[in-house]
């Protein structure tokens, strides 16, 4: 593969209700990673506010992209190129941030990188905190998982920026079925944390919930194990008022672990990977997490539990990429591009 030029890039991430900004050397060593977000606002709602997000970030981002540069004690001047998440995500907080990253590209003359969201979080594997030791790189070809609120998916890495998407959901995301649970058992936004906490105390063999294999495809689908919670809900209410939520809890998360878990195992064995990436808000799962890390059959990339939910850094890592091998965005960046992006 052709040497990559040394840059430090400056990157913002405003797709959902996390105002972001991190900076970053050469793809991999994270100078500075500052976030700001909304959880607490949203909470009331039950999920995010597209119009209040957009708004908070409006307040966010200058200060911000100001406290980044603090922290990494460097100016705009010292910076190559800006980054930005182009999409997915939500419109009215995606122009803001691309807004903020295309003015300060005129004004500093600096080139601007237009990152997928998606592609960012798989990029999260390759950084590293400046200063510590330098963990090793993700080798290709590898199966990456990407599994979040919006996403499931399988894709096969050949190379960097080269996807080739083998399955994805059919219809919930793991993340989005989470979410569905946490509400039908009462509790609280987000979802994940919720459901993991619960588990924790309860029976993971309790209850059998459905696991859909689909079979011949690397597709996914996890809208039937939500509704077996639902009529498993149902039903015990009507015989009692003392619903079981931990068991129940566990027995969900312990459903969709064993799908997400096999099938990326089976895909990297089919498709002759090297390595398995899992990448994500779903992969701070501490149950899936010990599932790949448990097994020795393939090296495992996990980002740690800072990068996994939405940040800066995986832009900044996924964006230097794309500054480092020619992929440079046009002023008139627009928001949502395609995915997978090869």
């Not at 995500?89 to 990152?115: C, E, R, Y």
């Not at 906490?197 to 996890?222: I, K, V």
């Not at 939405?310 to 500054?323: K, S, T």
């Amino acid at each position: 593969m052709t040497e990559l030029k040394p840059a430090r890039i400056l990157a913002i991430e405003t797709s959902c209700d996390e105002t972001a900004c991190a900076i970053l050397e050469n793809g991999r060593a994270l100078l500075s990673s500052v976030v700001a977000s909304q959880m607490e606002i949203h909470a009331r709602y039950g999920g995010v506010f597209p119009e209040v997000a957009s708004r908070q970030h409006v307040l966010s981002i200058m200060p911000v992209v100001q406290q980044a540069l603090a922290q990494a004690h460097l100016t705009l001047n010292d910076i190559d190129a800006i980054a930005v998440t182009q999409g997915p995500g939500l419109a009215g907080s995606l122009i803001v941030g691309v807004n903020m990253a295309k003015g300060m590209a005129l004004a500093l003359d600096k080139p601007l990188v237009g990152v997928n969201h998606l592609e960012g979080h798989i990029y999260s594997s390759w950084v590293y905190e400046a200063g510590d030791k330098v963990p090793p790189e993700p080798q290709f070809p590898l199966m990456a998982l990407l599994v979040s609120g919006g996403h499931t998916e399988l894709n096969l890495m050949t190379d960097h920026l080269s996807y080739q998407r083998l399955g994805s959901t059919l219809d919930d995301a793991a993340g989005e079925a989470f979410d569905k649970v946490a509400r039908l058992l009462e509790l609280p936004y987000p979802g994940g944390p919720s459901i993991q906490q619960e588990a924790e105390e309860g029976n993971p063999e309790r209850f059998n919930f459905p696991r859909a294999w689909l079979d011949g495809t690397w597709n996914f689908s996890f809208s039937g194990v939500k509704t077996s919670v639902l009529y498993e809900v149902n039903d015990l209410k009507k015989r009692s008022s003392n619903i079981p939520v931990q068991d129940l809890a566990a027995s969900f998360q312990k459903a969709v672990v064993d799908v997400l878990f096999k099938k990326t195992m089976n895909a990297a064995r089919e498709f002759g990977a090297k390595e398995i990436l899992v990448a994500g808000g779903v992969s701070a799962n501490r149950a899936l997490r010990k599932a790949f890390k448990a097994q020795t059959e393939f090296p495992v990339h996990i980002p740690p539990l800072s990068l996994c939910t939405d940040n800066a850094a995986m832009i900044g890592a996924a964006g230097y990429f794309r500054y480092a091998l020619g992929y440079v965005s046009e002023m008139d960046l627009d928001v949502l591009p395609a995915w997978p992006l090869s």
